[in-house]
């Protein structure tokens, strides 16, 4: 980012010095963005918000802006400003007017400190840990509507808990999983370091799945995750389990010893490593269903069926 002999990024002091060249419709939009964006983005001045507003306009321009859902047919704004779902090559140059306008990574290091409201020592964690390319790389996902990497998630995971808390947070976690069907104790054991490794204590607890103490709220069959920790979460357990002894136990009642090797075929048919993980992330968001299309729910009702009624042959 091009800064004057001052501090103040080239951009703004050009904004200051000569105006803005944007008229009419996009004079408007950009000065309903301008009000918009300190409130998803704290501690972004008028003038920053302003500049930021205005490169949006003029280098992504309004049919993206109503395209990526930020605007409606009207001009006006569509809920917040980090509810949209802009292109990456958008959501890059959305990226660009933040670096061109402030110091990116000090305003998000400052969002996140201020959320949390570390100590001292946590607030020079979380400083080390936003970096620029996490900036960079949080805010282009983010504006794709992208659940991944997530600064506060990486903050709050690293710089917001002790190792004892971690302890007992995976003890509880890997304890709630493993009165799950189709998960071993070890298994259980490997989710619950992996979800306290990837999604952190601070998160987990935020999220309602932990108590202040590093225990289970109501269990981890009712946990309702946001999309990112789902993922996470997802992630974790795919890392650990495998989809053919999860799926043919919880759906097909195979209990913790699992079902046999056709059930488990059927299931592998079914469900790759991407329509498993889709699975997870919405049975840890709370919503009911595998996900599967109609198409293939039917081959598996169908594989399901030929495997029983040929158990009930032999019987």
């Given at each position: 980012m091009l800064r004057s002999r001052y501090g103040i990024p080239i951009a703004l002091a050009l904004l200051a010095l000569t105006g803005c060249g944007l008229e009419g419709a996009d004079?408007?939009?950009?000065?309903l963005l301008a009000d918009a964006l300190p409130a998803e983005y704290t501690g972004l001045t008028a003038e920053e918000a302003t500049c930021v507003a205005e490169h949006w306009v003029e280098e992504i321009g309004r049919p993206a802006l109503k395209k990526g859902g930020l605007l409606g047919e009207q001009d006006t704004l569509v809920g917040n400003v980090r509810e949209v779902e802009l292109s990456e090559d958008d959501a890059a140059e959305a990226y660009a007017g933040f670096d061109d306008c402030t110091d990116v990574r000090a305003l998000v290091s400052g969002m996140v400190t201020s959320l949390f409201e570390a100590d001292e020592q946590q607030s020079a964690c979380i400083d080390d840990k936003v970096t620029g390319d996490a900036v960079e790389r949080w805010i282009v996902a983010d504006l794709q509507g992208d659940p991944v990497d997530n600064v506060y998630v990486v903050a709050g995971r690293d710089c917001m808990s002790t190792a004892a808390a971690d302890a007992r947070a995976v003890n509880?976690?890997?304890?709630?999983?493993?009165?799950?069907?189709?998960?071993?104790?070890?298994?259980?054991?490997c989710v619950g370091e992996q979800m306290v490794e990837r999604i952190g204590v601070y998160e987990l607890t935020a999220a309602g799945v932990l108590d202040e103490q590093q225990q289970l709220v109501e269990g981890m069959q009712g946990v309702e995750l946001n999309e990112t920790d789902a993922n996470l979460a997802a992630d974790a357990t795919q890392a650990c389990v495998s989809m053919e002894d999860m799926l043919s136990a919880t759906l097909a009642g195979g209990g913790e010893s699992g079902a046999g090797a056709e059930v488990k075929a059927c299931f592998g048919a079914a469900f790759d490593d991407e329509r498993f993980h889709a699975y997870l992330v919405q049975a840890y968001m709370g919503r009911a269903g595998t996900g599967l299309d109609e198409e293939t729910t039917q081959e598996l009702a169908d594989c399901l069926r030929a495997v029983l009624e040929e158990k009930q042959e032999q019987d």
């Open positions: 004079k408007d939009v950009a000065n509880a976690i890997s304890g709630g999983l493993g009165k799950r069907e189709g998960m071993t104790p070890e298994q259980a054991r």
